[in-house]
């Protein structure tokens, strides 16, 4: 990764639709983000469809710590390492 650069891990944790927009902002910039959903699973909602696009958009590939979604499960040790690996980690 170039100077400046940066592997980001955001973890969705109360807004779900800000840390969408947040994590396709981020990319913007050039930084690898990486999205996980957290406590709940995402609302179903015209707003997390179009966040969702931009995402996709963005090269963003969500995961969740939330059993029974439709997205990639991650462990807590997959998640903690993910934190360990991450130059920051953003919760929202």
């Known amino acids: 990764m170039s100077a400046g650069k940066k592997s980001l891990l955001l973890l969705a944790r109360r807004d779900h639709t800000?840390?969408?927009?947040v994590a396709a902002g981020?990319?913007?910039f050039g930084h690898a983000v990486r999205l996980v959903f957290m406590t709940g699973p995402v609302a179903d909602t015209a707003e997390n469809a179009e966040q969702a696009e931009m995402l996709e958009l963005s090269d963003i590939a969500p995961e969740t710590t939330v059993a029974g979604q439709d997205l990639p499960h991650l462990e807590p040790?997959?998640?903690?390492l993910a934190m360990a690996e991450a130059d920051a980690v953003i919760s929202l």
Request: hydrophobic share 65%; proline share 0%.
């Open 18 to 21: 800000e840390a969408m927009r």
């Open 26 to 28: 981020l990319t913007i």
């Open 77 to 80: 040790g997959a998640l903690a």
